[in-house]
């Protein structure tokens, strides 16, 4: 029903002490789409996850009973949960309410994971590019805070 398509793996040259050589989880969804970006200080790979239902798009409708909302495609959230690394922190992000689903869904089915996420991001439509440059940035300064407590 959902298919999970692995789109690059790259390593590149960074010049960036502070972020550790862990390997840390960006992942963008609409209800359509997610991209996970896996990541750490010199090489990234991404994935995606198609929803099962790629082409509903509903709106509210004037005396409509109902809210006009697409259902919550769980089959889509499990296969999201199953893409994820066993390991490393999760940063989640995504435009309307996808991401918030997302992360409901890994706290009551899968706490393990949701114990590794590290915010919930609103995000518009970035490129892969923005994604990635945003998920390094973010995960620089939360690396760079960590070694600051662990003084």
Known sequence: MYAVVRINSRRIARDTPSMRNDTHSLVWLDHR???IFRFNADSNS???VHST???ENQHHKANSS???H???DKIFLEAIAHALP???PILIGGP???KK?????LLHRHRSIAARVSDVQPLDHPTDGELLAFGRHFFDAADRMHAQIGL
Do not use: M
């Open 33 to 35: 789409l997610a991209k």
């Open 86 to 88: 066993s390991e490393g």
């Open 53 to 55: 239902h790629p082409h």
């Open 66 to 68: 109902d809210s006009g």
């Open 70 to 72: 697409a259902p919550v």
């Open 96 to 98: 309307g309410g996808a």
């Open 46 to 48: 991404t994935s995606q």
């Open 101 to 105: 689903e997302l992360h409901t869904h």
